[in-house]
């Protein structure tokens, strides 16, 4: 391994891309040694079962500059993204999928928008080669619904290749399917962010690990960002409001129980029912208020250890703006 400074790496995950990791690699090199010396590509093989890590290992052996991670078993393309994003060394860091889809050429545009000073910028597949029922309409659907949740109005959110600073990339966390909200966890860390028409062709080798089964993972990890991005500045206000929910119903229903029982109109069965749903309620109202206050607490902690590294990292321009780049 070499310790010398390093400009850009491109990360990119693989998981069963025997054929394609061969032409992929070599097509990273030649963009790359157009770029400079100080470049080099880091390879996470996702626990390949067709033989793609004895590829990876012959190709590391024969290039210096080719760098490759093994995890142990399929983990899933965040987590491989995650390793990725630690292995690496680059200033600026680069990310793309391994099936060829996503084109090398394509790199040094990203390199020249993040010197212009943005922190992120995202490709956008404006002429998408994929099929229409099972690949681009729901990535349409989840572009809108990804988009009204995190507020960063991006054409394409599902596009693997994207660029990125050093600090942005050393401030974020990647796991379950997070990988597609790169962006707006950026967004989170005051990052500037652009988008840029990139290219994309058909996959010419193996088979997509794509499918509608994913969608409700993503729903899930969408939910749990949309709840750190409002509420992470002070969660118990979140908490505390669904607790109030309960609350309210709960003292209703012991209201209802009162009047009903100072009329003799409620038989002894239906209170002892009754009177269980109010104890959950209450109980549930003070759980939730109990929780705003741990995650409270969880946060203060965090930002008080973070003091010391808060100037580390200043954003390029003003956070949260996203722009657009036509082809």
């Not at 500059?65 to 142990?72: A, E, G, S, Y």
């Not at 491989?80 to 099936?99: C, L």
């Not at 741990?294 to 990292?313: C, D, E």
Request: aromatic content about 8%.
């Amino acid at each position: 391994m070499r310790t010398g400074k390093i400009d850009v790496s491109v990360v990119v995950p693989v998981y069963n891309e025997r054929e394609s990791v061969p032409i992929l690699v070599r097509s990273i090199r030649e963009v790359l040694d157009r770029i400079g010396p100080a470049t080099e590509t880091v390879i996470v093989d996702d626990g390949s079962k067709d033989g793609t890590r004895d590829v990876l290992r012959r190709l590391a052996a024969a290039d210096r500059r080719l760098r490759v991670v093994l995890l142990r078993r399929n983990f899933g393309q965040s987590a491989a993204m995650d390793a990725g994003f630690r292995a690496s060394r680059g200033e600026i860091v680069v990310t793309m999928d391994g099936d060829l889809q996503n084109d090398p050429r394509d790199i040094p545009a990203l390199l020249e928008k993040v010197r212009e000073g943005y922190d992120v910028v995202s490709g956008w597949r404006k002429h998408r080669r994929d099929k229409l029922f099972i690949r681009k309409i729901p990535s349409r659907i989840a572009n809108r619904l990804i988009c009204s949740v995190t507020d960063v109005r991006l054409h394409d959110t599902g596009c693997s290749l994207k660029a990125f600073r050093r600090e942005v990339v050393e401030r974020i966390r990647v796991y379950g399917e997070l990988h597609r909200f790169l962006p707006a966890l950026a967004r989170v860390e005051g990052a500037r962010i652009s988008e840029l028409a990139v290219r994309h062709h058909a996959r010419k080798y193996g088979r997509s690990k794509y499918n509608l089964t994913r969608t409700f993972r993503v729903l899930m990890d969408l939910s749990s960002l949309n709840l750190f991005l409002k509420h992470l500045r002070n969660p118990l206000r979140f908490f505390a409001g669904a607790g109030l929910v309960f609350f309210v119903i709960g003292a209703a229903a012991a209201a209802w129980i009162a009047a009903r029982g100072m009329n003799g109109g409620l038989p002894p069965e239906s209170r002892n029912i009754v009177v269980t749903i109010v104890f959950l309620f209450l109980a549930a109202a003070f759980q939730w208020i109990f929780l705003g206050a741990v995650a409270s607490l969880i946060v203060t902690t965090g930002r008080r250890r973070g003091r010391g590294l808060a100037s580390a990292w200043t954003p390029a321009g003003p956070p949260a703006r996203t722009e657009r780049r036509r082809a």
